[in-house]
């Protein structure tokens, strides 16, 4: 039973438009949300986050959307380029019991140039 | 300022024997997590760690999986008697534990198994 869906394997932008990753998630009970992004033979890096009690976080060229009534966030990557081309994991997980995070099966990025 | 390193990077082994996979977390990091990537599937937690707590062992598939953490520092994974579908890359994290919740977790670069 999968808590946490990217049901988007892969995405293909051109490098200077908008990249959308999505996620959708099961349990009402998650209040904290994460993205990592991984390149290959790396460990995820945090990108960033948001509490269930905003719906929009930003951070520069990097912007997390909460829909809590669709279960849903998105992350958007304005202008992406193409080093932003890697593995984008959502996580999710219980404020307090914050120490498990339940990973996305993450979607590729690839920003064309 | 080192981030969480793992070793080996690469490990592989034959079906039925044990292995380890150990784990420096970032010091200062009271936290330590194991998670494992098996191919085309997200990170699944294994076992938690923090502080002198009992560790959180919920995620280990099975009894063969046991991990430790010396000192509040290091920790190994083992693996007994492996079987082909413990392949996967084994990723460690650690985190501060602030009042609150929400820490990042940091990763290591991951220990890739291969059980042939």
């Known amino acids: 039973d999968q808590q946490v869906k990217q049901n988007s394997p892969s995405l293909s932008v051109q490098e200077g438009r908008i990249s959308i990753l999505n996620c959708d998630y099961t349990?009402?009970?998650?209040?904290?949300f994460l993205w990592y992004k991984k390149y290959p033979a790396e460990g995820p890096t945090f990108l960033i986050s948001?509490?269930?009690?905003?719906d929009k976080n930003e951070d520069g060229r990097f912007t997390v959307f909460l829909n809590k009534s669709a279960k849903h966030l998105s992350l958007h990557i304005v202008p992406s380029q193409p080093g932003d081309s890697a593995v984008y994991f959502c996580a999710a997980s219980v404020v307090d019991s914050s120490y498990k995070l339940i990973f996305g099966s993450g979607t590729r990025l690839l920003v064309r140039p | 300022g080192a981030g969480v390193s793992q070793s080996p990077s690469n490990k592989v082994t034959e079906k039925g024997k044990d292995v380890e996979l150990r784990c420096d977390p970032i010091?200062?990091?009271?936290?330590l997590y194991w998670y494992r990537q098996s191919l085309g599937q997200g990170l699944e937690f294994l076992i938690y760690f923090q502080g002198n707590s009992a560790p959180d062992k919920s995620g280990l598939p099975s009894d063969r999986f046991s991990a430790e953490r010396t000192g509040g520092s290091v920790s190994t994974l083992t693996i007994q008697r492996t079987q082909q579908e413990d392949s996967a890359v084994y990723l460690c994290?650690?985190?501060?534990?602030?009042?609150?919740?929400?820490?990042?977790?940091?990763f290591g670069p991951g220990t890739r198994l291969l059980v042939l």
């Open positions: 994290a650690s985190s501060l534990m602030l009042a609150g919740g929400g820490e990042t977790q940091y």
């Open positions: 349990n009402s009970m998650f209040d904290y």
């Open positions: 010091s200062g990091h009271t936290a």
């Open positions: 948001i509490s269930s009690i905003k």
